[in-house]
């Protein structure tokens, strides 16, 4: 069946702009999280998704950062007035329910901003 | 919060010998360990994972094994292969909540 998937694959912004990520988790997956992976680092957790509960919104580094999930499926991460220090590649992951806790993920979103 | 630390940054072995890469995890709540490999420009991918109510785990040429008195867990690859060649991230996670991630291993595998 088809992995996550995200959009776009490429994003290139001015200092200031804002920008719109996108993540189709894989179908039936009710957990969903976001990462930031600056060139040459580890994985920075961003937010995560779980069902219908409220989303844990700990790692956002700050409030330009936020991220909704519509329908329990497709996750829009936003970043406001973005910055330089922004720049770094966006990645998504889904987990299914049940105690499997294993993630997949999708080929990231490479974002730059100038 | 939870706090993951990984050795080596960088490692490399001769294609055959084996590798070994550590993680050491702060939070004892956490019960969930999985290694994921990328490969440059791709994502990461989970090769190998272990619970709390384990010690070991194999799987061919790979194995984890966790201490959970030390919260201390390690990656072993056996007979290496140039294929092996990439990045290593450890993670540490309760229950599948959040994931908190190591730093990254670098191995590089010399034919």
């Known amino acids: 069946g088809a992995g996550v998937s995200q959009s776009p694959s490429n994003k290139v912004t001015e200092k200031g702009k804002d920008v719109e990520l996108r993540c189709d988790p894989i179908?039936?997956?009710?957990?969903l999280y976001w990462y930031r992976q600056s060139l040459g680092q580890g994985l920075e957790f961003l937010i995560y998704f779980q069902g219908n509960s409220a989303p844990d919104k700990s790692g956002l580094p700050s409030d330009r950062f936020s991220a909704e999930r519509t329908g329990g499926s497709v996750s829009t991460l936003t970043i406001q007035r973005t910055q330089q220090e922004d720049s770094a590649v966006y990645l998504c992951?889904?987990?299914?329910?049940?105690?499997?806790?294993?993630?997949?993920f999708g080929p990231g979103t490479r974002l730059t901003v100038t | 919060g939870e706090n993951v630390e990984q050795h080596p940054s960088t490692l490399s072995v001769q294609e055959g010998d084996s590798a070994v890469i550590k993680c050491t995890y702060s939070d004892s709540a956490s019960n969930y360990f999985p290694w994921y490999k990328q490969e440059l420009g791709k994502r990461p991918q989970l090769i190998i994972d272990?619970?709390?109510?384990?010690g070991e785990k194999k799987d061919q040429r790979i194995a984890v094994t966790l201490n959970k008195t030390a919260k201390h867990f390690s990656l072993h690859i056996t007979e290496t292969q140039p294929e092996d060649s990439a990045v290593y991230f450890c993670?540490?996670?309760?229950?599948?909540?959040?994931?908190?991630f190591g730093t990254g291993t670098s191995l590089t595998v010399i034919p």
């Open positions: 179908s039936g997956h009710t957990a």
């Open positions: 992951a889904s987990a299914p329910s049940g105690g499997t806790y294993e993630q997949y």
């Open positions: 272990i619970r709390s109510n384990v």
């Open positions: 993670a540490a996670s309760i229950s599948g909540n959040q994931f908190y």
